[in-house]
């Protein structure tokens, strides 16, 4: 259960909540938790975009440590880039953003981490988005 709880006890959002929620979940849906305290199920949560994914009760940490493995398996220097530009769009008109995101990708493939993993496809990895065949 998620809520913006501290509604109930006069303590305003100043952990940027006013912010980020919006700007995560949409207008509409962060005015309905920030004005209303009300706390929201995890399918609630989903279903506004607050929650990518569910889990039954108590498994939440082995698919965290699960989803923590399958991204640290990805080549970092590619993953890092594209979390950086679309962190650094929010602060950008869109042009800007866009020569920052080229700007990002050039520096990676650069790097050679793309021809390394342009090579492993090439060699029959990761066919029709599996991932179960390495990274």
């Not at 509604?7 to 949409?26: M, S």
């Not at 050679?112 to 390495?134: I, K, N, P, S, V």
Request: charged content about 20%; some cysteine.
């Amino acid at each position: 259960i998620f809520g913006v709880y501290c509604r109930r006890w006069g303590v305003p959002l100043i952990d940027l909540g006013t912010v980020r929620l919006p700007r995560l979940i949409g207008h509409s849906h962060a005015m309905d938790l920030i004005l209303t305290g009300r706390g929201v199920s995890g399918k609630e949560a989903q279903a506004m975009g607050l929650a990518n994914r569910l889990t039954d009760p108590g498994a939440a940490l082995a698919a965290a440590v699960e989803l923590a493995a399958l991204i640290g398996a990805f080549p970092q220097r590619c993953l890092r880039s594209d979390r950086r530009s679309a962190i650094e769009q929010w602060g950008m008109a869109e042009d800007d953003a866009t020569a920052n995101e080229m700007r990002l990708g050039l520096a990676t493939i650069r790097s050679g981490e793309t021809q390394a993993g342009a090579a492993r496809f090439a060699a029959g990895a990761g066919r029709h988005g599996a991932l179960d065949e390495g990274v």
